[in-house]
């Protein structure tokens, strides 16, 4: 039986609107007074949903589209259970975190999320089988879900700290950022990677480049968890192997971008204002192996690690710019959505929105090295905030109501 991905794409276009909401309510909050409402309890949920129930629950959607494409007899009525389930884990767990925080109900939830993840992971890497080898988005679909896999033994380790009452504060920090790196630079970087790879057309260069670029990107993943801890007193060989990671993955984008990308101008047919979205990203992904480079030099690491507004940017550099935006463009360029002028204008609205978010956070970054206080910046983000949110909202309603 066929799934009807663009009703399931619905879903992930409102939970891409809860995220902006519980975004605006953070930046409300900062800039203005909302006494009733707990900051943590919302960052918690805003941070758990944007992963499970926006970025997860789409990329799992798209890569269940990318079977069907491969091969007909492909069964995919059993998904639906699988993305009923994470709906359900994340929409717990959105609700949970608002009003306990870190309680029996969100942790169980947050639990059960994770094991789905791991039931996805088993029926997807069973069915790859049935794909043929020439599919080059493949392999990086194998290597998304052994990330996201791996990821989880950042939460195990959290829960067993949590369990046992012994938080030392190191270790308490490395097990949150193995989880966010496995999950940022693995999952969510190998399984768009896929996507992305699964419109070119194909050629011997670019299926060679493809093995040696996955390769590369594969093996420097495990050891680029290293770039996430500098500021723990490494050893210098255990230094170098980050250094060498860091250098390495800038070397495989550069080669990315010289074979891969010509490839895709030439042979990708798409209306300009796609083409502006998708250079935007190259710009974002260029920008983020450059700053991982950039912190390997132990000053710039040290006051970038010291000063949360950088850490905050950096986040969203990834999340929001890199994921998100891909996320959207091939939503928009496959047609999971409606194509109008009105709801091309609201993606537009929301991208303008993405930009001026890194940008104030970029300068507050910056600025926070000098402890220079910008003024209003808290008023900004929080203008920038509607603004992300009205364009979700109008991409969610505008589809919704066709």
């Avoid at 009003?99 to 939830?109: A, E, K, M, N, P």
């Avoid at 999950?183 to 493809?210: D, E, H, R």
């Avoid at 990834?318 to 709801?343: D, E, P």
Wanted: glycine letters at 4%; a positive charge.
């Amino acid at each position: 039986m066929k799934l009807n991905f663009s009703y399931w794409i619905k879903f992930s276009l409102f939970n891409l609107l809860l995220v902006a909401t519980l975004g605006l309510l953070m930046r409300y909050k900062i800039a203005f007074e909302l006494p009733f409402i707990h900051q943590k309890n919302i960052q918690h949920s805003h941070s758990h949903f944007a992963f499970a129930g926006w970025v997860s629950q789409t990329l799992i959607v798209l890569m269940v589209h990318f079977l069907s494409k491969q091969n007909s007899a492909i069964n995919l009525e059993k998904y639906k259970k699988v993305f009923i389930s994470n709906l359900v884990c994340a929409y717990i767990m959105l609700f949970s975190f608002i009003f306990q925080g870190y309680g029996l109900l969100s942790i169980l939830f947050s639990t059960l999320s994770i094991f789905v993840s791991f039931w996805f992971a088993f029926l997807f890497f069973k069915d790859l089988r049935l794909v043929s080898n020439e599919a080059i988005a493949k392999n990086w679909f194998k290597a998304a879900l052994f990330f996201n896999v791996i990821s989880s033994f950042g939460t195990f380790a959290l829960a067993f700290m949590m369990a046992t009452k012994n938080v030392p504060q190191d270790f308490y920090l490395s097990s949150i950022y193995y989880y966010l790196h496995f999950q940022y630079n693995g999952w969510f970087w190998f399984a768009c990677m896929g996507l992305f790879l699964s419109q070119l057309t194909l050629n011997l260069s670019i299926v060679k480049a493809n093995k040696a670029i996955f390769n590369w990107f594969f093996i420097s993943c495990i050891p680029a968890y290293l770039l996430s801890i500098l500021w723990i007193k490494l050893p210098i060989w255990i230094y170098s192997i980050a250094v060498i990671s860091a250098v390495l993955q800038v070397l495989v984008w550069i080669k990315f971008l010289k074979i891969i990308i010509p490839n895709f101008i030439k042979n990708f047919s798409v209306a300009p204002f796609y083409k502006w979205i998708y250079s935007s990203l190259i710009v974002c992904i260029s920008i983020k192996f450059l700053l991982q480079l950039g912190s390997t030099i132990p000053v710039v690491g040290k006051l970038a690690f010291g000063f949360r507004p950088i850490v905050i940017a950096y986040l969203h550099l990834v999340l929001l710019a890199i994921i998100s935006g891909f996320i959207l463009v091939y939503l928009f360029t496959k047609r999971f959505v409606f194509q109008t002028n009105a709801i091309k204008k609201a993606l537009a609205l929301f991208i303008i929105g993405i930009f001026l978010n890194e940008l104030v956070l970029a300068i507050q970054g910056i600025t926070s090295f000098s402890y220079i206080l910008i003024p209003f910046v808290n008023e900004m983000l929080f203008g920038i905030a509607i603004i992300l949110f009205f364009g979700a909202f109008k991409m969610f309603y505008l589809n919704q109501k066709k």
